[in-house]
């Protein structure tokens, strides 16, 4: 956009979801019913709060899915306005190389146009993966992105996989007050967080009612004709549910590309292989965003546009040693950023952690939200931030916090001695480094 709006001939093709996966299937679809779940949470505590008149609250399915649509079709509605004003041609088809640095676009309205360019982006993203389970392809499974089309909640539902998205669903939907059962392969939710972290995260699921079978899989899926799907495990047992919703992971979208016309490589897990400019193997070939490997988030993806809009203008930006936090939306939420505790240790750093209950913070009894747990690892030697786990409220904005106070090499001395404004969550940064909680 930026390219065309300098006055570059560009051509974009989409097959069909302008603005993307973020936009369309994903953060904000997910996040804007993220919404309307914590709203029922907190209406159904109302008179806790000293309110009256909200007795019995619950989900309309219709007017949920109409507000969700109604959010994601404005985004995409400002999206296509940004494109086409910028002059691009925006061309809506699906693209395949039949030559270096040529596509051809099978167009969505029937016919074909190929496409040369002196550089080509290849940002195709990645879709949902349906692993091969005995049963699985031919029980109607949901998907993240096919259980965002579903027009009424289910009663109950088995989550298979308790990684990013399939805990955030989790959350959300047993939020609904739908019957939620997680059928997770590793020892914790979450798996790539650190061990007392993912437990944090099960005990508050549990604790809430969430079904969480760790340490086992799904070894064969049925539907009987009732609609019933059954789900057998790995530990001999049975789960049944309404639905079943398939979250155990996502491939990089390179089949069907053309790629072998042309140089570009694949890494051995599927991604597209870049360098740390985002250039493919492919001279005038480059590539962004989660079919790059980087790391999937549409923040990750935005920051390769930069990377990539200075270096197609012949500069020399890179994605070394970039610095990418991330929330997982459960309730309460996730915010991460930097290197675990396990990670640091395993990197040599002499570590200190920090750990301390959500309920030590003042606001958080205002919000009278008290779940969750904050931690944070501190190198022994600097004094310097390695990263940060904030599970409570309000965790994907403070997150930013620690973020910045990383960014701009500070030691957690600054942070704990710094003036934050009483009562925020935020505050509760200089709690987490004072010597009550930093081991
Ligand atoms: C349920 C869910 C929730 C998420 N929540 C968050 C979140 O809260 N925060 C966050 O940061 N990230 C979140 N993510 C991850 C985020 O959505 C992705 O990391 C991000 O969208 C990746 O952007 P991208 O630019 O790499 O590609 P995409 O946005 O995936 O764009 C790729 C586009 O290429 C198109 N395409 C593919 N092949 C072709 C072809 N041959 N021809 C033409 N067009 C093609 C696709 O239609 C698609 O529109 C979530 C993901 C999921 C699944």
Known sequence: MDLAAAGQSVAMVERGMIGGT????????????????????????????????AESPAIDAVRLRHRKDDVVDTMVAGQRKSFLGSGMDLVIGEAKFVAERTVEVALDGGGTRTISGTNVVINTGMVPAL???????????????????????????VVLGGGYIGAEYASMLHLMGVRV???????HLLGREDADVGASVGEVFSRDGVDVRLGVEATRVTRAADGTVT??????????????LVALGREPVTAGLGLEKTGVHLTPRGFVEVDDHLRTTASGIWAAGDVAGSPQFTHASWNDYRILKANLAGGDL????????????????????????????????????????????????TLGQLDGVWRAV?????????????????????????????????????????????????EGLQLLFSDAFLG
Do not use: W
């Open 318 to 365: 890179t994605t070394t040693d970039r610095l990418v936090p991330y929330c997982v939306f459960i309730t309460p939420e996730l915010g991460r950023v930097g290197l675990s505790e396990a990670e640091a240790r395993a990197a040599g750093h002499n570590v200190r952690v920090a750990r301390m209950p959500v309920s030590a913070i003042p606001r958080a009894r």
């Open 131 to 157: 692993p091969a389970i005995d049963g699985l392809a031919g029980a109607s499974v949901l998907t993240s992105e096919s259980i965002l089309r579903i027009e009424e909640l289910p009663s109950s539902i």
């Open 231 to 244: 789900v057998e495990l790995s530990d001999g047992g049975t789960v049944s549910a309404g639905q079943i």
């Open 181 to 187: 059962t997680v059928i997770h392969r590793g020892a």
């Open 22 to 53: 973020c936009i369309n299937v994903a953060c904000i679809p997910t996040k804007t019913l993220v919404n309307s779940a914590r709203l029922l949470k907190t209406m159904r505590r109302a008179a806790e709060f000293g309110i009256t008149g």
């Open 378 to 426: 501190v190198d022994r030697d600097t004094h310097l931030i390695l990263g940060a786990a904030l599970l409570s409220a309000e965790a994907s904005e403070v997150i930013a916090v620690v973020q910045m106070a990383m960014l701009g090499g500070m030691r957690y001395q600054q942070v704990r001695d710094a003036v934050i404004t009483h009562p925020t969550m935020a």
